[in-house]
């Protein structure tokens, strides 16, 4: 027996082992191929059981592989369907409690069959595979779930991969002997022209293999819907703000777990006595191995039972909660209560057309395109949009999708990033997602009617409208993708001018837009934009990302709030009393050149370039924002020097750093 054959089986005795541990299913994994042996990755994948009481949807992986895990033992069908080649369909395979069954479809050329290798018990015979003109892909998505990440993230291929690089080099398949464990299953042949157009009647049913009929009943022309993963139809994970993982290493049966890890350096060029930075969402301290965040959790999945929850440890356990006033309106320390929850909800799904969710919770916002998660993003640091823009909602949602390609999500929130509500009106909004194929992704966020500043009766308006096209894919070539994405907000708030705790000055009147002509009245508005570019080279282990935005933002009513002597949203700063006070305009500009080196689809080594810049001095300078003995006084309070003199904190109008970090999905 060879070192191969050796390797080979070790591999499948492992896999088939793990199995046995729940020994109520099995597994079907495999690679699709094209005509030169090479991976077709984004292939949706069927499996339809024989008896149809089970119909399972996947994408394959840039490296073609895909995977069905915790399958109901029985006889499936398999149907790949590929943009250039149409239809591979494998007639029959078994699926054995406990065992890996492995099916790898290869397109050989236009006379030939796919091939069919399994490892699981030899099921018999099977009749010839029918290889279809090329159609539509099938109506194979939908989704109790709750992210818009694509389907193939759900799946574990963690078996079949460990064949593929580790035991055949290159990725390639190697001839089988009469020695090795798995039995290839005898195909014949399609038909001469198989893969010609049809000349027959369009409207003419597909050919059927002989016995399909026997075996299944009536064969669906159609695949039937797949009620459990969203967006299945394409393999999106390409996009910004999506886990670019197509396996998940601790998915079961009851609850998918999730790791994430987020560790950064940040060399600052203005090097800050202090270490710390200040108006940014990714990363706190400059010239320091930083834990930026941990996240540990998943999803629970049970009966339509939905439930997530996600916890964080690390910088942004503090860093998220400061930018938040809302728990600052009455008692119980609401900050310290959410802040190690990243997300933490609990919802129920219906069988509604392409499934109906109602959740409630602490669940992510993705106002502003980027994930809150850096492992998700092109660029490690967000621009203006996606930073001064929430991150979070608290409260209700609704997740309708009435096709595979449309969601449509209404909220009922507490407002505006925050864990409780700042004033007597909740938040409303929502989301419209539309994904008419896999190159194209639009959302439209909505929010209103939320009064968002402590003490102050403004309402706020905001439009956050995104979308993100795939330009070029070809796997074959060294830089194999292409894809971009362009982002525009604009948004404001009106109202305010009277007392609103007994004692205290009204605070100024505002509206949307204004030519300053009415005495005390000002302008209080937001506009923004952001553009990125994404490069993808050597089949996924590096990437290469550019873009940037800007902001004008009068009064500077979402602009982060530097934490000058410990400053936060609810202390405020007499070092930044324009920002809040309308008629104070904030314009920024920002843009980012990152390199990525991904060796595995569960880790990210990253470096970034990133260059902001301001109208005002924002910015950490050399002298820090820390007053010299360290935070003195109350939270964001004016601070003097031992000769009685007024400290003041060092800040630039410009920052350029470099970022490193090491970024961990599992």
């Not at 073609?64 to 239809?87: C, M, R, W």
């Not at 009064?451 to 706020?460: A, F, G, S, V, Y």
């Amino acid at each position: 027996m060879t070192k191969r054959t050796c390797l080979l089986t070790a591999a499948l005795f492992l896999s088939t082992a793990a199995l046995n541990a729940q020994t109520t299913f099995g597994t079907i994994a495999g690679v699709v191929r094209d005509p030169s042996k090479a991976p077709i990755g984004g292939a949706t994948i069927t499996a339809t059981k024989l008896d149809g009481n089970s119909i399972r949807t996947t994408i394959s992986g840039s490296d073609g592989i895909y995977t069905f895990s915790d399958v109901v033992p029985g006889n499936y069908s398999l149907i790949a369907q590929t943009d250039k080649f149409g239809e591979i369909t494998v007639a029959s395979i078994q699926v054995v409690a406990g065992r890996a069954a492995r099916a790898d479809m290869a397109v050989m050329g236009p006379m030939s069959a796919p091939a069919v290798i399994s490892s699981a018990t030899p099921a018999p015979t099977p009749a010839p595979p029918v290889v279809a003109p090329p159609a539509a892909a099938p109506a194979a998505t939908l989704s109790p779930g709750t992210t818009t990440a694509s389907a193939a993230a759900a799946n574990s291929t963690g078996f079949l991969r460990r064949i593929e690089r580790e035991i055949l080099p290159g990725g390639e398949t190697s001839p089988k002997k009469d020695s090795d464990p798995v039995t290839t299953a005898s195909l014949t042949p399609p038909p001469a022209g198989a893969f010609d157009k049809p000349t027959a009647d369009p409207q003419a049913p597909a050919p059927q293999a002989p016995g399909d009929a026997a075996a299944a009943g009536a064969a669906p022309a159609t695949p039937p819907v797949d009620l459990q993963t969203p967006f299945a139809f394409a393999d999106f994970t390409w996009m910004m703000a999506v886990p670019r993982n197509h396996d998940s290493v601790f998915d079961g049966k009851y609850f998918s777990g999730e790791f994430r890890w987020d560790t950064n350096y940040i060399y600052d060029y203005n090097h800050p006595i202090d270490h710390t930075l200040g108006g940014t969402t990714e990363g706190t301290r400059t010239g320091e191995i930083v834990l930026q965040e941990l996240n540990f959790g998943g999803d629970f999945h049970w009966d339509h039972m939905q439930g997530r929850v996600l916890m964080q440890i690390g910088a942004d356990s503090t860093a998220v909660p400061r930018n938040d006033a809302s728990p600052n309106v009455g008692q119980w320390d609401v900050a310290n209560a959410y802040r190690y929850i990243s997300e933490g909800y609990a919802g129920y799904h219906l069988d509604v057309q392409h499934g109906l969710n109602f959740q409630a919770g602490i669940f992510m916002s993705y106002i502003g395109l980027f994930s809150y998660y850096s492992f998700d993003n092109w660029t490690y640091q967000p621009s203006y949009v996606s930073s001064n823009t929430p991150w979070f909602f608290n409260g209700f949602r609704t997740q309708w999708f009435p096709t595979n390609k449309l969601k449509f999500e209404p909220w009922l929130i507490n407002g505006w990033q925050s864990y409780a509500k700042f004033n007597g009106k909740p938040g409303v909004g929502g989301q419209i997602l539309w994904r008419p194929n896999g190159n194209w992704d639009f959302v439209w966020n909505t929010y209103a009617l939320g009064q968002d500043t402590l003490n102050t009766h403004r309402t706020r308006l905001h439009e956050d409208d995104s979308f993100e096209y795939k330009q070029y894919e070809n796997p074959n070539h060294l830089m194999h993708r292409a894809a971009m994405t362009f982002t525009f907000d604009i948004g404001c708030e009106t109202g305010g001018g009277q007392v609103v705790i007994a004692g205290t000055t009204p605070a100024p009147k505002v509206e949307c837009f204004t030519n300053n002509n009415k005495t005390g009245v000002k302008a209080q508005n937001f506009i923004g934009a952001m553009a990125y570019e994404r490069l993808w080279f050597d089949k996924d282990k590096f990437a290469f990302s550019f873009g940037g935005g800007w902001i004008s933002n009068p009064g500077g009513y979402l602009v982060l709030l530097p934490p000058v002597n410990g400053a936060n949203a609810i202390s405020g700063s007499p070092y930044f009393t324009q920002f809040g006070s309308p008629g104070q305009n904030f314009a920024a500009y920002d843009y980012q050149l990152s390199f990525d080196w991904m060796p595995t689809q569960f880790v990210t080594w990253k470096v970034e370039f990133t260059q902001r810049g301001a109208n005002v001095p924002y910015f950490t300078g050399p002298g820090g924002i820390t007053p010299p003995g360290g935070n003195t006084g109350a939270p964001g309070s004016l601070v003097y020097n031992p000769d009685g003199s007024l400290w003041e904190p060092d800040l630039r109008k410009q920052e350029r750093r470099w970022i490193f970090a090491l970024m961990v999905h599992l």
